[in-house]
């Protein structure tokens, strides 16, 4: 099944709004005289955009104009009804079928069609699979916003929005309606879901060149948390304050006996094994409205990690005995046993990884093949429904430094990353992906090679045996130049080009569609209109400022040409010397440039 063609009549903010979808094909409904009209056009041979890649559809508008409102009203009409309003839809059954289907709602009228197209009664698309990806993310929730769900089985939500609630899901083995589920306990779910599937991919495609053009994180961070020890020694309205005290002052014994030793990797086991004491604490602080009962259990930490410094048992199997005497005081405590589950493999990982000089972090290479020791650990971890963590985790370039990816690599990885996380043993042969606007964190080098490098991986993860479909919304000059007009489709204005693949883009940049107000920003473009004003109005008492003004332009042709209307005007030069002979050069290198 292809998708064609695609008109709303009305739907929120859209009105008498049409899409064309496939290159080959221009479609058009005339509302006055209620006729489908069509076009071939064979300019394009079918692997035009790759083996798998059926069609590239730009949806192109400003800020406002309704791109995104477009996408919601297409997974709408695609996956909840068979019978959606105020739409005409227009699509092939067969994709090497001649014959056209086409749906249309009975607010729609329609009188003459060409005589290869079929009017069906309904949709019923049981060969798609749709896949959506944002990156947007905002905190209000509305339930009937298609963009923050994933239903019918037809639809995959790869979106910020909807991972945010689903990642905490899959872990917890809760539905997200419940009441206890806020945002506030997402994020750390969020965050490790994400790591998860980055992890995954660059295992996967860290080597692949033409699909990571970036520079791929190579080690997983991990550090203790020491905030919430912290915390429970400055918040006397916790009042646990003085026990907390006591056992960090045990701790702090610990650290100058084992720092003797000298013995490096004895101090990391000892730091994650103190993080997770007080994480432990703060999730009996959180679970329990008795404070008689948490200072019980503190009273019983304190005297265990205690009784192992009176014996000097300062190893890490001796912290794991102190959870173990916990879980025969505490049996019902069933949050002491995930934690000390979750210690155990964390040892085991520490065991093997790279050791930070400078502080209590280490770092799994993920190169390796102990990476199955991580998954391990990390299934482990995020079993139970934490409050907090007692480990950061993060991706870091390199080990001993504060290399973390920037957030255009994170941006990437993101994108790349959830795709691959995607069971294709669910997806139907054909695939309908639509991005809303994920070009926005990139810088202008990566939008230039971003449709280029998209089209490879998506070939390359999803394979010969899918049909790909996909549709963008943007409203960068550098997709528009990568797309010819005919895959374009403008809302709410248009482009005065008659073509647009491999445009320049300064080219595009200066059509109005861009940038009305021409190609310099607005703040400095008022603050030239204003020395222009002065120098016409001969104001002797602003020459200072107006020479310091003309000084900071950096376009040549024009800072010569106010510079000229100032010595006319004033009848002296613009500048000292020093000022004219960085006029003059930057003059000759414009022309140098320009010859």
């Known amino acids: 099944m292809i998708l064609l063609y695609y008109y709303i009549s009305e739907y929120q903010s859209l009105t008498d709004q049409e899409l064309n979808f496939h290159q080959n094909h221009k479609i058009h409904y005339d509302k006055g005289l209620k006729k489908i009209e069509h076009q071939i056009n064979d300019d394009f041979h079918k692997t035009f955009w790759g083996e798998n890649i059926t069609s590239v559809t730009g949806i192109i508008g400003k800020n406002g104009t309704g791109k995104t409102t477009m996408i919601k009203s297409i997974l709408n009409t695609c996956v909840l009804s068979e019978t959606p309003v105020n739409i005409l839809l227009v699509f092939k059954e067969q994709k090497n079928s001649k014959d056209i289907s086409f749906y249309h709602h009975s607010n729609i009228e329609i009188s003459s069609f060409p005589d290869n197209f079929k009017r069906v009664n309904k949709i019923d698309f049981l060969d798609i699979s749709l896949i959506f990806h944002s990156n947007h993310f905002d905190p209000y929730y509305n339930s009937f916003d298609i963009t923050r769900n994933e239903l019918n089985g037809k639809m995959k939500n790869l979106s910020t929005n909807y991972l945010l609630l689903k990642d905490k899901e899959t872990y ?101 094994f103190r993080s997770s004491i007080f994480n432990l604490i703060n999730y009996i602080k959180a679970s329990n409205n008795t404070l008689s009962i948490s200072n019980e259990i503190l009273s019983s930490i304190e005297e265990e990690i205690g009784g192992l410094l009176i014996q000097n048992k300062l190893r890490k199997e001796h912290y794991l005995e102190v959870y173990i005497k916990l879980t025969l005081r505490y049996s019902s405590f069933s949050f002491l046993f995930k934690n000390i589950d979750s210690l155990k493999e964390l040892f085991n990982i520490i065991k093997d990884s790279n050791i930070s000089e400078i502080d209590n972090t280490i770092y799994i290479d993920l190169e390796k093949n102990r990476i199955t020791d991580f998954n391990n650990f990390f299934n482990l971890y995020y079993r139970s429904d934490r409050i907090t963590s007692y480990i950061n985790l993060e991706l870091s370039h390199e080990k001993n430094e504060q290399t973390t990816p920037s957030s255009g690599e994170l941006a990437l990885l993101n994108f790349y990353s959830r795709f691959h996380s995607i069971a294709k043993k669910d997806l139907k042969r054909n695939l309908i992906i639509l991005l809303d606007e994920v070009e926005l964190a990139l810088h202008p080098e990566w939008q230039r090679i971003y449709i280029d490098t998209i089209l490879e991986y998506f070939e390359l993860e999803f394979g010969i045996s899918k049909s790909i479909q996909l549709i963008i919304t943007s409203h960068s000059p550098f997709i528009i130049s990568d797309l010819p007009i005919t895959s374009l489709n403008f809302i709410k204005g248009n482009i005065s080009y008659e073509q647009t693949f491999g445009a320049n883009i300064h080219t595009l940049l200066m059509d109005a569609f861009f940038i009305e107000g021409g190609l310099i920003g607005a703040f400095a473009k008022k603050k030239i209109n204003r020395v222009i004003k002065d120098i016409n109005e001969g104001d002797v008492k602003k020459i200072k400022d107006i020479r310091k003004i003309i000084n900071l332009i950096g376009e040549p042709v024009l800072k010569n040409k106010i510079t000229q209307m100032f010595e006319d005007k004033f009848n002296m030069p613009c500048n000292d010397v020093d000022f004219e002979i960085n006029r003059l050069e930057a003059r000759i290198n414009y022309l140098k440039e320009h010859k």
């Open 172 to 272: 917890t083995n809760r539905d997200m309606n419940s009441s206890d589920f806020t945002y506030a306990k997402t994020l750390l779910f969020h965050k490790s879901m994400e790591l998860r599937r980055q992890i995954n991919f660059i295992r996967k495609y860290s080597n692949n060149n033409e699909i990571v053009f970036f520079r791929i994180p190579r080690y997983i961070k991990l550090s203790p948390v020491i905030d919430e020890e912290s915390w429970f020694l400055i918040d006397v309205t916790s009042g646990l304050t003085n026990q907390c005290q006591k056992i960090s002052n045990v701790f702090n014994r610990y650290i100058e006996i084992i720092k003797n030793l000298n013995d490096k990797k004895e101090i990391i086991y000892l730091s994650f």
